[in-house]
């Protein structure tokens, strides 16, 4: 098993920028990607941005790019997502994922709150 933890979101103003972590522990060998999604009052999961273990290549949703930035150190089995340009719609929980070569994300951590006021 794979064993996810959030931390870093906070309150912020427009215009503002947090770093969110993920520490992996467990089984971290058995990981391929992570992901960040988040998950706002209201409305469905949304993917955010992920990052491939390996090679590092990465993808984001279109909302967040130019403002986000995934990272990911290995050797602290981290992955970090870096928020710069906050606008209120980021306000959500998100929620770190892992998921090995040949499943979907099935590992998931507890989610940390992010709000943005205007």
């Known amino acids: 098993q794979v064993r996810l933890v959030e931390s870093g979101g906070g309150l912020v103003q427009t215009g503002g920028s947090l770093r969110l972590s993920c520490a992996a522990s467990?089984?971290?060998?058995?990981?391929?990607?992570m992901a960040w999604f988040r998950r706002a009052p209201g409305k469905e999961r949304e993917f955010v941005a992920s990052?491939?273990?390996?090679?590092?290549?990465?993808s984001y949703v279109d909302s967040v790019q130019g403002r986000f930035t995934i990272s990911r150190d290995n050797v602290k089995n981290t992955v970090y997502l870096q928020m710069n340009s906050l606008r209120p719609e980021d306000t959500a929980v998100y929620y770190c994922?892992?998921?090995?070569?040949?499943?979907?994300?099935?590992?998931w951590g507890q989610g940390t709150q992010v709000t943005v006021s205007s």
């Open positions: 994922a892992a998921r090995p070569p040949t499943t979907d994300y099935n590992f």
């Open positions: 467990g089984r971290t060998d058995i990981i391929y990607r």
């Open positions: 990052i491939s273990r390996n090679d590092g290549s990465s």
